[in-house]
C-alpha cells in the first residue's frame, strides 16, 4: 500500500525566509504528483502538477521537484510570507497494481507552515 | 467559476440517523470522489467514480453508498451515522485520470 510521509509535521519562520517541504512515497510506481494548500477550516486549493515524466513544475515564488526514483517531492517556497501560513498537503496518483490509478489520489498528513513578520 | 460545491458545509446527526452529502461540479469533469479528514490521519478516499453510471469503493468505504445519475452530481449517503463518522468530508473531481484535481470547500460532520 502506497504510504506518503511530509516532513516536518509543523514549520515556523520568519518572514522572507527560503524554505523546503518535503514528500516522501514508498512506491515509486507512481503517476503524477500533486501539491494542495489548505487554511484553516478550508477546503484544498491545488498549487501544482508534477507529471511523472517531469522533474520540476514552477508556479511564482512555488517550486516543486519530484525524483521518482528515490521517491521523493520537494517544495521551495521563495521569500516566504505570512500569508504563505497555512498546511500544505503532498498527493500521489497510485494504481494500487491495478494497471490505472482511476484518479484516487493517497495523500500525507501536511507541513502546518507559519510565517511570522 | 463555481467549480466544485458542496452542502451542507456542517451538521450535526444523531446516532442513527441518515443524511446525504452534496456535491456538485459544473467543469464537465469525469473524475469524481469523496474523502474524509481526520485529525492526524490525512485525507482517505471513501468512494470514487470515473464517469457516470460507474462507482467504486475506496480505502474506507464502510457505512457509506454513492451513485453517479449524472455528470455534475456525485451525493454520498450515510445510510446509519455513527460517531465514528465525525469528520471533515470533501467532494473532488478532475478532468481525466491523473490530471489535476479540484476540491471542493469541505463538510465538517458531526455525529453525536
Known amino acids: 500500500k502506497q504510504e506518503v510521509t511530509q516532513i516536518p509535521a509543523a514549520l515556523s519562520v520568519p518572514e522572507g525566509e527560503n524554505l523546503v517541504l518535503n514528500c516522501s512515497f514508498t512506491?515509486?510506481?507512481?503517476?503524477?504528483l500533486q501539491w494542495f494548500r489548505q487554511d484553516p477550516g478550508k477546503g484544498l486549493t491545488s498549487l501544482l502538477l508534477?507529471?511523472?515524466?517531469?522533474r520540476e513544475q514552477t508556479s511564482g515564488r512555488l517550486n516543486a521537484s519530484l525524483d521518482k526514483s528515490s521517491g521523493r517531492s520537494t517544495l521551495y517556497i521563495a521569500a516566504s510570507q505570512p500569508g504563505d501560513s497555512a498546511t500544505y498537503l503532498c498527493?500521489?496518483?497510485?494504481?494500487?497494481?491495478?494497471?490505472?490509478?482511476?484518479?484516487?489520489?493517497?495523500f500525507g498528513r501536511g507541513t502546518q507552515l507559519t510565517v511570522w513578520p | 467559476n463555481a467549480g466544485v460545491t458542496q452542502t451542507p458545509k456542517f451538521q450535526v446527526l444523531k446516532t442513527g440517523q441518515s443524511m446525504t452529502l452534496q456535491c456538485a461540479q459544473d467543469m464537465n469533469h469525469e473524475y469524481m470522489s469523496w474523502y474524509r479528514q481526520d485529525p492526524g490521519m490525512g485525507l482517505r478516499l471513501i468512494h470514487y467514480s470515473v464517469g457516470a453510471g460507474i462507482t467504486d469503493q475506496g480505502e474506507v468505504p464502510n457505512g457509506y453508498n454513492v451513485s453517479r445519475s449524472t455528470t455534475e452530481d456525485f451525493p454520498l449517503r450515510l445510510l446509519s451515522a455513527a460517531p465514528s463518522q465525525t469528520s471533515v468530508y470533501f467532494c473532488?473531481?478532475?478532468?481525466?485520470?491523473?490530471?489535476?484535481?479540484?476540491f471542493g470547500q469541505g463538510t465538517r460532520l458531526t455525529v453525536v
Open positions: 508534477i507529471q511523472s515524466s517531469q
Open positions: 498527493a500521489v496518483f497510485h494504481d494500487d497494481d491495478r494497471g490505472s490509478t482511476l484518479g484516487r489520489l493517497y
Open positions: 473532488a473531481s478532475s478532468y481525466a485520470e491523473n490530471t489535476e484535481a479540484f
Open positions: 512506491d515509486s510506481a507512481i503517476y503524477n
